[in-house]
């Protein structure tokens, strides 16, 4: 089942490779979309594809890589849109 997440993260997320990592990660789960900071000091990022990977990222997200200290993950379930063809960063 296809799925579309539209996740924030907070805390301490950028700086740490928060946004390479989501992206490696996303890349090799087939996911499509884009990651990105945002001035507030959050992440932000919309992952589309199977349900069960989207999920595996979004697990991910809950603790970041090594030297991030996630305080909050927001999540937004929505309807797949199929817009993206990949997935990057965005800078």
Known sequence: MKARAHVFVTGRVQG????????DLAESLDLA???RNLSDGR?????EGERS????VVDF???????AHVH???VN???W?????DFKIIY
């Open 16 to 23: 740490v490779f928060f946004r390479s990592t989501v992206a």
């Open 33 to 35: 979309g884009w990651v």
């Open 43 to 47: 992440v932000e990022a919309i992952l």
């Open 53 to 56: 990977q989207v999920e595996k």
């Open 61 to 67: 997200c809950r603790r970041g890589p090594p030297g």
């Open 72 to 74: 909050d993950l927001g």
């Open 77 to 79: 379930w929505e309807e």
């Open 81 to 85: 849109k199929g817009e993206f063809s």
